[in-house]
């Protein structure tokens, strides 16, 4: 029977010939992943269960990222239920402060997930690494803890619906794009449940990075991940760097899709998401009047080198306006060094941005940029829910790293092209 | 198994950040969490929410970050049960694990005004609308959701297995 790409890890990991969309199955998880957010609820259960030890301590991979370097007391307090419990079960990799990242920057580019796994993790965007091929989902803390102990977990064998995206997309754009516009078309419940597999020549020229980002954002399709069949692309970013053996998986020509979309992304200019939906999406030039109080670079959906490079570009000689407090925040430890080997951190630091430890901080409305009453910021982040970068009537604006430093200079949504006259 | 209380509305797309905001995330502990359910999404609601009481919201429910504490600060304040169209797939599986009751029924959802007086009978799997009088069939749970639910949850299950239990 053919399958999708999907279908195929999802049966590798059932251990079964092939598997159906609807089928519920149970399957070995490659890596179970959690945070300083849903990892103490997860540690409690998982105490309740009485397992002891974690099915496999390389494999249980918790990285304390979303309120840390702890921003109070009771994150304080969180955060140490994390390290305690690391520490106590001798877990292989043990990231804090100094060597943490945010996690779906971190866990890709230390080769701890690859084509072919399978993950479950205690974060919705866990699907980012269907960027490199793997079947990855985000679950909830019950689940996390019961796969800690059986590193197994049960999952309904969801159908695939294709997006192909023909032609070449115009300068200044990139992943974030194309899933922005797919959401403005599908809707924030538009693959509900299912998986969302994205190719065509538009996708199959993008960065590992760029994908990374475009299955990052799955989830607020509701989709339950998304995926980029590997390539060539994908060997060279993971050659050398995957720890483990790799599966090279890609769907049968007659595999079976719900539904099919075609997309002629010849030209697309960048897209922005308005309050409070990501589903609110406008091309950036019919957007060009909204004033902005702050910019954010960064987070698991644009906070890689590919993003930093592409925000210095616009910056480089340029100030941030007086009336706008511009954030940069390197998405690992990693990056942040690339940042200062290759001169951006000081593009940055000369236009008047301000340069974060790695941290989800902000776009979880979490610490450091936390919008008031009225405020408005734009983006590189996935979410623009009602308070979620702070007071209930601030607003937020999601967009690429060009978008936000451009942005961040005129003081208002601005297009890169406005800023840099010689693009392309 | 049943619950009995007022109708709570919402829209389309309710997300966790509105079920319980990321900057009281610094806890876990259901209590507080409760004291903050729904806050950017309905003000009101945690200080005017009783026991049983139940949530009828849009399609969507759920959607957003995979944060359990939202479906477990809404059993804290009491809600007796969610019912919503469709839900988005992770709070799906958050609420059965912790054990908050949640029904799919998208004529239920049409038939519930805010204020409601709302009965669920989960075991007949229907939603009675007293203030009304009309009654709607839920889409009843399926069979290995209900494997879970009779083991008392997803870590009870987990529990049995490893004790040897039967379970696979």
Excluded at chain 1, 183 to 190: F, L, S
Excluded at chain 1, 312 to 329: C, T, Y
Excluded at chain 1, 389 to 403: D, F
Aim: hydrophobic share 40%.
């Amino acid at each position: 029977m053919p399958m999708t790409v999907t279908e195929k890890i999802l049966a590798r990991h059932a251990g079964k010939e092939e598997v159906r969309p609807g089928e519920l199955v149970n399957v070995v998880c490659d890596v179970v992943l959690g945070n300083d957010i849903t990892a103490p609820l997860a540690i409690a259960e998982f105490e309740r269960t009485g397992a002891g030890r974690v099915f496999d301590k390389s494999r249980v991979l918790l990285v304390p990222d979303h309120f840390v370097p702890n921003k109070d007391i009771k994150s304080a307090e969180q955060a140490k239920i994390l390290r305690d419990f690391a520490r106590r079960q001798e877990l292989t990799y043990r990231w804090d402060v100094g060597t943490m990242g945010v996690e779906h920057c971190l866990l890709p580019e230390q080769g701890l997930v690859g084509p072919g796994d399978l993950v479950i993790g205690a974060d919705s965007h866990t699907c980012t690494y269907g960027g490199l091929g793997a079947f990855a989902t985000g679950v909830g803390s019950t689940d996390l803890a019961a796969a800690m102990a059986l590193g197994e977990t049960w999952l309904k064998v969801p159908e695939s619906v294709k997006f192909i995206y023909h032609g070449a997309i115009g300068p200044w754009t990139g992943g974030k794009d194309l899933i922005l516009h797919t959401i403005g078309v599908i809707g924030v419940d538009g693959a509900l449940y299912q998986a969302m597999e994205f190719t065509g020549e538009a996708v199959c020229g993008l960065s590992v990075e760029g994908r990374l980002t475009m299955a990052n954002m799955a989830v607020e399709a509701g989709a339950k991940n998304g995926i980029v069949a590997p390539d060539e692309t994908t060997r060279r970013w993971v050659e050398g760097r995957h720890q483990r053996p790799v599966a090279f998986l890609a769907s049968d020509p007659d595999a079976v899709y719900a539904r099919v979309y075609e997309f002629d992304v010849s030209g697309l200019e960048p897209q922005v998401a308005f309050p409070h939906l990501p589903s609110n999406v406008r091309p950036v030039s019919r957007a060009l009047d909204v004033r902005i109080d702050q910019a954010v670079i960064g987070s698991c959906t644009n906070g890689r080198i590919e993003d930093l490079r592409l925000a210095a570009r616009v910056l480089a000689g340029r100030k941030v306006h007086p009336d706008v407090r511009l954030i940069v925040i390197p998405g690992t430890p990693a990056v942040y060094r690339q940042a200062l080997d290759e001169g951006l951190t000081a593009v940055f630091l000369d236009a008047g941005a301000a340069v974060s430890t790695p941290t989800c901080g902000p776009c979880l409305g979490g610490y450091m940029g936390i919008l008031a009453k009225g405020e408005r910021s734009v983006a590189t982040t996935n979410r623009n829910f009602v308070g979620r970068m702070g007071h209930p009537e601030s607003e937020v604006y999601l967009a690429n790293p060009a978008v936000a430093a451009a942005s961040a200079v005129c003081g208002r949504l601005a297009d890169p092209r406005e800023v840099v006259k010689d693009a392309d | 198994m049943q619950t009995e209380g007022r109708a709570w509305r919402f829209a389309d797309n309710l997300d966790t950040d509105g079920i319980i905001p990321a900057r009281y995330l610094n806890t876990s502990d259901p209590q507080e969490l409760a004291a903050h359910c729904m806050e950017d999404a309905d003000p009101g609601f945690a200080s005017g929410v009783a026991p049983g009481d139940v949530v009828v919201a849009g399609a969507n429910c759920g959607c957003g970050s995979s944060r359990e504490h939202a479906p477990i600060a809404l059993k804290a304040a009491g809600v007796g049960a969610v019912i919503a169209p469709t839900f988005a797939r992770i709070f799906f599986r958050n609420a059965f694990n912790i054990g908050l009751p949640i029904l799919e029924c998208p004529e239920a959802v049409a038939g519930i005004e805010a204020g409601d007086r709302v009965r669920v009978d989960f075991d007949r799997g229907t939603i009675q609308n007293l203030t009304t009088g009309r009654e709607y069939a839920a889409r009843p749970i399926p069979p290995f959701m209900r494997k879970i639910i009779e083991c008392g949850g997803l870590i009870n299950y987990v529990r049995e297995r490893l004790e040897g239990g039967s379970i696979t």
